[in-house]
C-alpha cells in the first residue's frame, strides 16, 4: 500500500499525541474515503449537466451580489 505524509500545524500535531489511543491514520484514510466517495456522487450527478463552468461561475456571482445587497441593509 502507497504512503503519503501529510502537514499539520504544530498545535495540531500536540493535540493529536494526547490521543495516542487512537490510530490517526486511520481516521484520516476514513476522511479520505469520505471525501471520494462525495466527489466520485457528484462527479455522476453532473456527468449529463450541461452546464459550463463559466455558466456556475455567472450564477455564483449573480447569488453573492443578492446576497450583499440582503445583508448589507
Known amino acids: 500500500m502507497p504512503n503519503i505524509t501529510l ?14 489511543e ?15 466517495y462525495e466527489i466520485k456522487l457528484m ?3 453532473l456527468s449529463n449537466s450541461e452546464m ?3 455558466d456556475a ?3 455564483g456571482h449573480k447569488i453573492k451580489k443578492e446576497l450583499w445587497k440582503r ?3
Open 7 to 20: 502537514t499539520v500545524s504544530k498545535e495540531m500535531y500536540r493535540d493529536m499525541k494526547k490521543h495516542r
Open 22 to 36: 487512537l490510530k490517526w491514520s486511520d481516521i484520516a484514510r476514513q476522511a479520505f474515503q469520505k471525501r471520494l
Open 43 to 45: 462527479d455522476k450527478l
Open 52 to 54: 459550463t463552468e463559466d
Open 57 to 59: 461561475e455567472i450564477i
Open 71 to 73: 445583508f448589507a441593509k
